[in-house]
């Protein structure tokens, strides 16, 4: 089974546009655990447009799954992890200018700062994932580095606009599948799945955790996040059971797509 987490940044979103305190994140962790979400993730930025501390602080009191935190290695934000212990932390790269995290983390550059931060989080008990395009040498750096996990950005696979195109975004994905498994990497993906895209890249074989925001919380505006979650969860659950371990994306796609 591959593990939902859902990013509810997004509900925090909503809020900041208002200055208001509602809707609360922490209520959207709430609905999506009970609609099924084994984990729930939120990303605290450096310049906390919308996760903020204190919601960082209850979630870490009240989600009764996982919690995942999604962050820069910035030392300050490094310190409130340490203090938190969320059950994982997922390091991302953080732009200001950007309306969503956009693309993978450069591990390969950054090898060495990366490298002390990982240590730091996995000493205090912390599992620590490295978000990556799913590029070889990325992957083996996040591995040397010390990471225990590594999420594969499937930008590349969402942004897909021609069969072509998107055959070889899940050729790349499952190459990367591949070289994590072989470097002992745990696997998740995120990015730019939706209700209609997710059939290809669950039927993977190698996924443990997929991280799904702005679907879900688009689609709970209108049915509710408890179902929003609930029907995620039933497409990711149908997809697992046709895993392929074989990359081949024709099939992948006749059969899903
Ligand atoms: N995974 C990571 C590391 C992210 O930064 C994000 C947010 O961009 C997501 C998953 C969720 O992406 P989306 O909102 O496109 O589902």
Redesign the pocket.
């Known amino acids: 089974m591959i593990r939902l987490g859902v990013?509810i940044?997004?509900v925090a979103t909503i809020r900041q546009a208002r200055g208001a305190d509602e809707p609360d994140p922490v209520w959207a962790a709430v609905e999506a655990e009970l609609g099924g979400a084994d984990t729930i993730?939120f990303?605290l930025r450096e310049d906390r447009r919308h996760v903020s501390d204190r919601d960082a602080e209850v979630l870490r009191r009240t989600v009764a799954g996982r919690l995942n935190m999604?962050m820069s290695s910035d030392a300050g934000i490094v310190r409130i992890a340490l203090r938190l212990k969320p059950h994982q932390c997922?390091l991302?790269p953080e732009r200001r200018q950007e309306v969503?995290?956009e693309g993978g983390l450069n591990v390969v550059a950054h090898a060495a700062r990366l490298r002390g931060v990982v240590r730091r989080l996995r000493g205090a008990g912390i599992e620590v994932s490295a978000?990556i395009e799913p590029d070889a040498a990325q992957v083996r750096a996040a591995a040397k580095c010390g990471f225990n996990a590594i999420?594969l950005w499937t930008g590349g696979y969402a942004h897909a606009r021609t069969r072509a195109q998107t055959e070889r975004a899940l050729r790349s994905l499952g190459e990367a599948i591949d070289v994590a498994h072989e470097s002992g990497l745990v696997v998740h993906a995120?990015?730019?799945?939706t209700y209609r895209n997710v059939d290809a890249v669950a039927a993977l074989a190698g996924f443990t955790e997929f991280?799904?925001?702005?679907?879900i919380v688009a689609r709970s505006v209108f049915v509710g996040m408890r179902e929003a979650v609930r029907e995620m969860k039933r497409l990711l659950d149908r997809a697992s059971q046709h895993h392929v371990a074989i990359v081949d994306a024709e099939d992948l796609l006749g059969h899903n797509g």
Do not use: M, Y
């Open positions: 990013n940044d997004h993730t990303h999604e997922t991302v969503t995290t978000f999420e995120g990015h730019g799945l991280n799904i925001g702005h679907s």
